[in-house]
């Protein structure tokens, strides 16, 4: 029971998570003194996540920035002054139309990320659509190669129920840390588990996800696709194959023929799997029906579209792809609730691939990109190259919205504070699994800081869009939400609690009619094998990986102190000592750490939580080079190879 003095409001966590948790926030006057996960919300179940849990010392962190603030002097000075808000947007408003209307609006690019997964956020990018259209990026830095993946072969990327996991006999994670990536999904495993359920582990990075399951396989970096080769192969030998897979899929003998062209021996090898190994995988995943549910890291590779691809296969042609139980899930239809149609990419006059932004920018030319508008992002840190990213917008002119000073907020001639998650008025969908939410301010937020969206209203007045963009949220949200009233949802209802999409499937796919070009599944017929060859002295391979104790980069400062801590196994370095702080270089940068040894790890690979700040010197993308994986356009962010040095010698 609530305190005479105490209020509970419920609202949603709009960050880059799969598990859209639903928020019951305690109030005292104006001030939030407890957050608690939904125990109504079927996902959350009453728990948030660490991350979460402690998002309040954000909330009232004093440093965060509440007033609008220009840059003085040069951008070499972290130097600004505060401004009133009508000033700061004057401001932005005149160089957008300077820049539109004598270099052209190519010249502006509208740069947006996950740094919140609001539905509202997309009316950002109409602003930037109906003013120009501007520049825009291309691709995604996550999950781009997945995406592309999937749609190629199923035309459609989504995934069954989440709760239809109960209906599995073999559960495979591949490239999955659920207790960091996915930490609700925890409680639907042990209950799968407990229900005789076989749970399987592929990574080539050992995690406390071990602890749930069954069976644990440590890989070659990058291998995925041909252990899915490998076990297609020996289920094949074993007429384990669906016989109707051939009516429901396309390139099927191509496929038999790819799986063919290495023995389950020499798929095993590049895998660095014995055959005993491989044997045990396809064994348990031919003990139906089976699903995998992708981590979000397979793809970050430059075989990252292809290895899902071979997943996928493996799927189709084993006949667990629409049936109860069965699937790849690798990505819920966070947007399929949602009419997002008012947004179209395909009127912007040019576009940068995300991955390669730092240069892609610099290279622009006829017109060159002359101004920069940052919103739910931080590039420099979580873009690849940041020194590059950095540079590129300190060159120009800068806006950024947000309402802490980011490494990305130091390359600004603008910062516009904005609201934080629990300040924010919004939609959100999930991608771990099918249910949405409203985002619901349960504070009033500093006096200057304002919404994307109102933002963009404000702007729109200034540059004449005022038309367009006179609703106001909660307009925005039913427009979004109409063609989910013929079900009975509305946002009334919304508000009331969370709600399953009601236009997703239960089981994906079960009629086994697709929606590509032939109304059946597009097989992979070709293998794009792993990077494992060392460059020159540099026998590492980084990887920057999620961690609980941050969402991206998300940190608090005081967690950013010291060097960062680089993981690895003893036998990589031989020449130094637990706890040791040394030098790790790749070919376009280096950087101090302290080395932390773990027996349990490969030997090629060296471990760094992701989201580190360029600014505190513990960014790995400042190691990381830009560039694009097989397809999709998604960030090769784990075949960056890395050295060893002692703090002093040549890089």
């Keep these: 029971m609530n305190s005479p003095h105490r209020i509970q409001v419920k609202t949603a966590c709009n960050r880059d ?48 920035i509440t007033k609008p603030l220009i840059r003085v002097g040069s951008k070499d000075e972290d130097n600004w002054r505060e401004a009133s808000l009508e000033e700061a947007l004057d401001l932005v408003a005149e160089k957008l139309l300077h820049f539109r209307d004598n270099v052209g609006p190519a010249s502006i690019m509208n740069y947006r990320c996950g740094g919140s997964m609001g539905m509202m956020k997309y009316v ?46 073999t559960i495979f994670l591949w490239g999955k840390n659920v207790y960091v990536s996915h930490v609700h999904l925890l409680p639907v495993l042990k209950e799968c588990r407990a229900k005789g359920a076989r749970i399987v582990l592929i990574d080539p990075v050992r995690h406390r996800t071990v602890d749930i399951c069954d069976d644990y396989i440590q890989n070659v970096p990058g291998s995925d696709g041909a252990i899915a080769f490998g076990i297609a192969r020996l289920m094949n030998d074993r007429n384990q194959l669906d016989a109707e897979a051939a009516t429901y899929c396309d390139h099927f003998d191509e496929f ?39 981590g979000w890291g397979m793809q970050r590779r430059r075989n990252g579209a292809n290895t899902i691809r071979a997943i996928d296969a493996l799927a189709a042609v084993s006949g667990n792809i629409g049936v109860a139980g069965g699937g790849v899930s690798y990505y819920f239809a966070r947007r399929g609730a949602f009419d997002v149609s008012f947004k179209d990419d395909s009127t912007a006059p040019r576009t940068i691939p995300e991955p390669l932004l730092g240069q892609g920018i610099e290279e622009a030319a ?47 001639d603008v910062i ?36 994307d969206y109102q933002i963009m209203q404000r702007l ?49 796919f079960e009629d086994r009619k697709f929606p590509t070009e032939s109304g059946k599944i597009n097989l992979v017929t070709e293998f794009i094998a792993p990077e494992t060859k060392t460059v020159d002295d540099f026998p590492l391979r980084l990887m920057a990986l999620s961690t609980d104790e941050a969402q991206a980069a998300q940190w608090q400062p005081e967690q950013q102190e010291g060097p960062a801590t680089l993981t690895v196994h003893p036998d990589a370095a031989a020449d130094f000592a637990d706890g040791d702080v040394v030098v790790v270089g790749s070919n376009i940068g280096q950087m101090s ?15 760094m939580d992701k989201g ?39 890089g």
Excluded at 594 to 599: E, H, Q, T, V
């Design 416 to 451: 516009l504070p904005t609201v934080t998650m629990l300040e924010d008025d919004d939609l959100i969908g999930a991608y771990g699994h099918h249910w949405i939410n409203e985002v619901r301010p349960v504070v009033d937020a500093p006096e200057d800081a304002l919404t």
């Design 593 to 607: 750490v302290r080395l932390k040894f773990d027996p349990t790890q490969r030997t090629d690979i060296a471990l």
């Design 17 to 64: 998570c799969p598990d859209a948790c639903g928020i019951v926030a305690t109030l005292e006057g104006n001030r939030i003194v407890q957050i608690q996960g939904d125990k109504e919300h079927p996902i959350t179940r009453g728990f948030l996540c660490k991350r979460t849990s402690r998002f309040l010392d954000r909330q009232y962190d004093p440093g965060r």
């Design 460 to 508: 729109a007045g200034r540059v004449g869009l005022e038309e367009k963009f006179s609703g106001d949220a909660d307009w925005w949200k039913r427009r979004m939400m109409a063609g989910l009233q013929s079900h009975g949802v509305t946002l009334e209802s919304l508000r009331e609690k969370s709600t399953r999409n009601p236009l997703a499937a239960k089981v994906l």
């Design 612 to 650: 580190g700040w360029l600014s505190n010197g513990r960014c790995a993308n400042a190691l990381t080079r830009g560039e694009l994986s097989d397809e999709g356009e998604c960030a090769v962010y784990y075949e960056t190879p890395v050295r060893l040095s002692r703090a002093g010698s040549p």
């Design 124 to 169: 950002t990018d109409y602003f930037f659509q109906e003013f120009g259209p501007v520049t825009i990026k291309s691709g995604d830095i996550c999950s781009g190669a997945g995406d592309i993946a999937q749609e190629t072969d199923f035309g459609h990327v989504d995934s069954s129920d989440i709760f239809g996991l109960y209906d599995a006999r």
């Design 366 to 412: 006829d017109p060159p990109v002359e101004m920069v508008f940052v919103s739910a992002a931080n590039p420099v840190t979580n873009v690849p190259e940041s020194q590059t990213v950095a540079r590129a917008l300190r060159d120009r002119f800068t806006v950024v919205i947000d309402y802490v000073m980011t490494d990305t907020a130091r390359c600004a």
């Design 256 to 294: 038999v023929s790819l799986i063919l062209s290495r023995t389950a021996d020499e798929w095993a090898q590049v895998a660095g799997l014995t055959f005993e190994q491989l044997n045990l995988l396809a064994e348990a995943y031919a003990n139906g029906p089976t699903t995998v549910l992708c």
